[in-house]
């Protein structure tokens, strides 16, 4: 039985863990709402991109266009972002499993593949693995830019366009809702029409028969301007999902590490308690036993 | 509102414009060009420069870079990479940016290749566009 004094100190510790996690939780929660309300605000400029981008390369001739390009799939590789801070649950984890598990099918199939990392949690796993990284970000989850975004897409692009990889996939933590989020894959290169026209189908059944466009400068000109900036662009929402998502993620699991401390804290407490009793007990013991001996 | 056009301005980090206007001017890619209510449909680049719609008499004018525009049923939708009401812009801002988009051009003059010099050249327009319209250029 640990002593009445060891007890105590045990549970000022556990007390002072609830603070910080206690803390954690509502920065977690306050950062979530600027998280959650920056995904919204980016959330109309991507889709009316989207949609922009599907009309106008319906129509596209794939070949014409370099970043459109299918080649035969040597290399291909895997965009991962996570987080840079960890104690948020398992939110990480799942993103680099699901990683791993798309690595390994893809080296099945025959394909070399590699990586490239947005947020340290990623960097830091991919390190201790064979697979060869060739791009990482770290560092930038706090303050999502444009510009990190920009920076990750050009050089995507540059490998892309000097052969170097075939094909760009990117997994991301998606923010479905305060308690759910699900690692997700999403294609970025090369650019398919058809992964393209999707979001476009609601939009036209709405507005009826597409008018002839008048384009200026020509729609090939004018897509090869936009397609960089998609990249860009679908680089940025997968970063600013994935802060709403480790946001989310923090504050459900620091609000259950402070329900587990509550928890110790109670068993701890009626611990005391008991060695406390345990101790009068005894002290009574000791002095009645003393009477006694004296009365003779 | 027949003979009004409904504007929106988009960035990354906001929508800036959303209003019913009676002319819109845009920097095209191509040359500037207004758009006013029942435009045919029209898609266009952005150049750097100077935007403006007329609201009731009232005139508003943004500096704005990059992007693309859409009109369509009387809907003009521009997607900026950057765009900001001109009593908006930051002065300090941009003038720091010209003075380093300057010294990096220059030193990609003297031999240094690791410097991206489009990149430099747009950030120097980008901030001198800012600076003209905020009357200081």
Redesign the interface.
């Known amino acids: 039985m640990p002593s009445l004094k060891d007890i105590q100190l045990k549970i000022v510790g556990v007390k002072k863990t609830q603070q910080i996690t206690k803390a954690m939780n509502m920065v977690a929660a306050a950062k979530l709402r600027g998280a959650q309300e920056r995904m919204e605000e980016f959330r109309p400029y991507a889709d009316k991109f989207a949609n922009v981008m599907g009309e106008l390369s319906g129509g596209a001739n794939p070949s014409a266009f370099p970043l459109m390009a299918q080649r035969e799939v040597k290399r291909s590789l895997l965009l991962v972002v996570t987080s840079d801070r960890g104690l948020c649950g398992a939110f990480n984890t799942n993103i680099i499993n699901a990683s791993e598990k798309y690595l390994q099918a893809e080296k099945e199939a025959g394909r070399e593949p590699v990586i490239a990392c947005i947020g340290k949690k990623g960097a830091s796993y991919f390190k201790h693995t064979d697979y060869e990284i060739v791009h990482e970000t770290i560092d930038c989850m706090g303050d999502v830019q444009m510009l990190t975004a920009r920076q990750v897409g050009a050089e995507l692009i540059r490998m892309f366009l000097a052969e170097d990889i075939d094909q760009v996939k990117l997994v991301y933590g998606r923010f479905i809702n305060v308690a759910v989020q699900k690692p997700t894959f999403r294609p970025i290169l090369p650019i398919t029409s058809e992964g393209l026209s999707q979001g476009d189908k609601e939009a036209e059944a709405e507005e009826g028969p597409k008018a002839t466009y008048i384009y200026e400068p020509a729609p090939e000109e004018i897509l090869n301007q936009l397609m960089p900036m998609f990249v860009n662009v679908q680089i940025l929402a997968a970063m600013l999902e994935t802060v709403a998502s480790e946001m989310a993620a923090r504050m459900t699991s620091m609000d259950n590490a402070t329900n587990a401390c509550n928890d110790i804290i109670n068993d701890l407490t009626l611990m005391f308690n008991k060695a406390r009793q345990a101790a009068i007990t005894g002290e009574l013991m000791d002095i009645v036993g003393g009477a006694e001996a004296l009365k003779g | 509102m027949a003979n009004k056009l409904l504007l929106e301005v988009?960035?990354?980090?906001?929508?800036v414009v959303n209003e019913e206007v009676d002319l819109a001017t845009a920097p095209?890619?191509?040359g500037v060009?207004g758009v006013m209510a029942n435009h045919?449909?029209?898609?266009?680049?952005m150049a750097i420069g100077e935007m403006h719609y007329e609201k009731d008499g009232k005139i508003v004018r943004l500096a704005l870079s990059g992007?693309?525009c859409?009109v369509?049923?009387n809907r003009m939708?521009i997607?900026a990479?950057s765009a900001e009401p001109i009593e908006d812009i930051d002065v300090e801002r941009a003038l720091r940016a010209k003075e380093r988009a300057e010294k990096r051009l220059q030193e990609a003059a003297t031999a240094r290749e690791d410097i991206d010099i489009a990149r430099a050249q747009a950030a120097l327009a980008r901030a001198l566009n800012r600076l003209k319209l905020a009357g200081h250029g």
Do not use: C, H, I, K
Not at chain 2, 40 to 45: E, G, M, Y
């Open positions: 988009v960035t990354p980090s906001r929508q095209g890619a191509d060009f045919a449909p029209l898609l266009a680049t992007g693309f859409e369509s049923n939708t997607l990479e």
